[in-house]
């Protein structure tokens, strides 16, 4: 009943497993809870353990003291600060053994003399003992730790000195005389110098491979050189019953007994039975060294050699322990070295030399970092002590180590990544002055470009809060992406690219222009041609440059025009834009100078000049000529103030009164000319006259509702969208003054507003046509801003049927842009403008006699040379004949404009035009764009850090302009023909307009050329054009 009883009383084995899983869980989480507790005010005050400044680790709760120690040991700053300790106590310690071996051997020093050095012999012994018990201590696996290589070192090298202090120095004394028991006590000595092995804990803080195996090989020859010394120094040592005659002697004299007998040999044999005084030697260590060295190297000079047969065996047992060891290490070396990139280092040179980074989401283009760095490193750049490292994830193609063996040292590669930390660090992102993120202008994968440079961006921005970072991107529209992440300035490939072959219609030659002024050449290049030939004019323009210039208080007071007058007047300076707060501005004519914050000047400027010296030049005027100028401009001023105030009163006394119009003019109407397809070019409002406005205005909105009412019913019924209305809109069958655009780019928008931005206030819209040979998707469709007037055709500009489908004859201008886009690799890269060259061929054979207005992209720069014949054709009667190109002058130009007075160039065919491409005539007419103008934009964006916002502003203005000042071009008037240059400077000067230059069209002695900022004795022809900046007119009103 008592069993039943209690067994009915215990409780169930399950209750008892929950119950007791129940306690447990409980009790782990008050433990988590008091954890918790404990530590969440202390998270915040936790440093990375390896962090400066933390000495010990913290201990952990829960942690042994054992596990701990080994964790401090191995981890922190102190564990680190002991192995250095350790590893200069060890050096030290041979160090006192070479010293006192260095003249012979000494198996015990005198504790009379000497016994300073053998309390720093104990007292180091004593620390590596504590060293050796405490590591042992921490050690998880003792055994292991005991049998190890370095812990049998540290074993061997200080249990010599715990014999010494238990037998004392009176029985090692004695032992020292003992001829049997000297060499034991010396033994206890040359253990010491196994603690040179010791070094090899400096290994592990080394981070370079090739450095860390670099020096074990070092390390392991070194001690095999010192501890084999010691070791043959010992083995061969002398009694001190031998006499030292004994040592000079050859081993088989002293040991011959036939040989001539003299009282020294006598005595050496006879302590030779006992002491061994024939076969033994004492030498100094670094003999031994010597010995060791030249026996290892396989000379074996034969000096000096062991005596005893110890010695003998030492020696060979050496040698054989040599030829394991040390080839092991080379080849573990040789391995590492091949194995090893050249481009995995960190940049060093940050102390003496500042640097750039230029990194790239994509494939790192070798032509684009060709242009950026020879424009970066052009000797007439002041960048001449900075340095360029090229942060990128994969390693350089072997054109692009051309180009970085080409620019060495100054140009650095590193395989890694701008977001990784570490790649960073190693491109020392803390001390570079300028950061570049470029794409991959000719990529096919564009949206991917945008995106690896707006997080490159990013990452180098979260890395240096104050450095300058340019980037690049495809799209317009992810431009302000870029500039959220940090970009101090963002260059648009494709609205720069689409903005100047767009605006060349308008402004011809204004490729040529902007190149003219973002890249850099050496002065000398006019004198390779004679003075008085079309290439030497044109290259005095290419000299000139935009520059970035202080301008001193002195010329405080002037005015925006007087200013641009003295300055053209005395150094032939134009200054274009001046810097404010709000970035680069055309400033207004009348706009007074006054000063700024810094006391040294009164505003900066970015001019039109043709060195950096300018510089120094302006700072050099004193303020007496400044006034004397300002004075004679007042009283030039008030003279013609004068005469025109005599001529007007002087016209007023003899005019004649106008004949009284008829009334019915008054209800005059002037229709705006419609052209020749209605539907491609609508009215403007410009083009209403204001009678008429009131109606008129009724009249659009009431067809515009109506038409977009029929739009929506048409959608609503016909399930139709604007997209496929716009692909199905056929081309007009009469079409003339139109332009065609061969390609498609990828934003349209970028290329239709250039076209537009002209034809403003012009009464009709110019029709564009866009041919391509694949179809046009709807993502291009909405870049569209307006698509009246605007054509697609799908079709090949190499078929002549379709060419004529365009009206290709009677377009106004036909832009041909690059194949860029397409997924075809070539084997020669040279061969990517194969399409847009052949394409011209095709388009120049469909206009027949008509030259058309061609405007061509080209990727390679070297492949200009094979455009010269757009620009005059050979006559085409007959056989066909040739262009002339292979009758080349220096610059490859062809013969028939290189004018033969004066001198040869051919005499200076050792020289070279640092851009070959620049003195072909198709080039230097403005007909073919080369995609380096923009590598050269990103270089001067060093130097100058507004040019961007510059050149933006040159070819569309300002949006805060109401005058949208900006370049354009005019014809020249009538009055100016004849003229020299600085008189039509000046005259255009009073209409507040800035003249930079002119196009010089072709002639029977020369091409089409840009001339920029020519000299002031030039004399303008009735066939030039005027580059103007300022307010757009159609024509001068002089």
Known sequence: ?????????????????????????????????????????????????????????????????????????????????????????????????????????????????????????????????????????????????????????????????????????????????????????SILQVTKTVRILRSYRILKYIKSTVTRQITATVLTVICIIVAMAGMLQILDQCAAQCPTVCQSMLVQTCMDPTAERAPETLACLELNDKFYCCTCQNLGFFDWVYFVVVSISTLGYGDIAPRSRFGRLATSLMIMLTFVLVPIQVNKLIATISSHSGYTNSYKEYRTHTHGIITAGGEVSAGALNNFLRQFFHPDNPNWNEKIVILHPSAPTSEVKKIVHQYEPRVQYIVGSAMNELDLERAMISRASICYVMINKHSHRSSNEDQSSTLLTAAFRGSNAKIPIYSQVYSSQNMGHCTLSGASGVVCIERLKLGVVGLNCSIMGLSTLLSNLLDTVSPNVEFLYPSDSWEAAYLRGYIHEIYKVDLPRTFSGLTYGELILFLFGTIQVIPIAMLTDQGARIMPMDFKIGTTADPTICCTLYVLAAGISVADRIAEYPLEQIREFRQTLRKQERYMAERAANRQRTEAVIVVPPPEAPKHSEAVIIKPKLSPDAGAAEPRRGSITEEQQPVAGLKVEGFAAMRKTLHGVKHAFEKSSPYKDFLDKPLPDVLSGHVVVVGLPLSLHDLIMPLRQHNVEASTVQPIVFISSFGMTEAHFQTIPDPDGIYFFQGSPLSSFDLERIHIGSAAAIIILASTSSKRRYVDENMVDADAITTVRYIIEACGSATPNLIVELVKATNVKFMSFIVKRPPRRGRRQSDGRHYRTFGSVALKYANTNGLDATKNSDQKIDIEHICEPSYASGRVYVSGMIDSLMSECYQKPNITSVVNLLMFGSPEDDECQRLFQVKVPALLVGKEFAECFRKCLKLNLICIGCLHLASDKSPSYVHTNPPGTMKIVATDLLYLVGKPCAELPL
């Not at 409780?11 to 007791?20: D, G």
């Not at 390896?50 to 596990?67: H, K, N, T, V, Y």
């Open 1 to 185: 009943m008592s069993s039943r009883k209690s067994s009915s009383k215990a409780p169930p084995m399950s209750a008892m497993r929950k119950r007791k899983l129940e306690s447990s869980t409980s009790r782990r989480q008050s433990i988590q809870r008091m954890v918790s507790i404990t530590v969440s005010n202390q998270l915040e005050q936790i440093r990375d353990p390896r962090a400066r400044g933390i000495f010990f680790l913290f201990r952990d709760s829960g942690e042994s003291i054992r596990d701990y120690t080994l964790r401090t040991l191995e981890q922190s700053n102190a564990g680190s600060t002991l192995d250095g300790s350790m590893i200069l106590l060890s050096l030290i310690w041979v160090g006192i053994y070479i010293s006192v071996n260095r003249d012979g051997p000494r198996p015990l020093l005198d504790s009379n003399t000497q016994s300073d050095i053998i309390k720093v012999g104990y007292t180091l012994g004593v620390i590596f003992l504590c060293d050796y018990m405490l590591r042992l201590y921490a050690s998880p696996l003792r055994g292991n730790h005991f049998s190890s290589f370095f812990s049998m070192v540290d074993f061997v090298s200080f249990v010599p000195m715990v014999i010494e202090l238990a037998l004392g120095n009176d029985v090692l004394s004695r032992w020292a005389d003992d001829p049997t028991r000297r060499q034991l006590v």
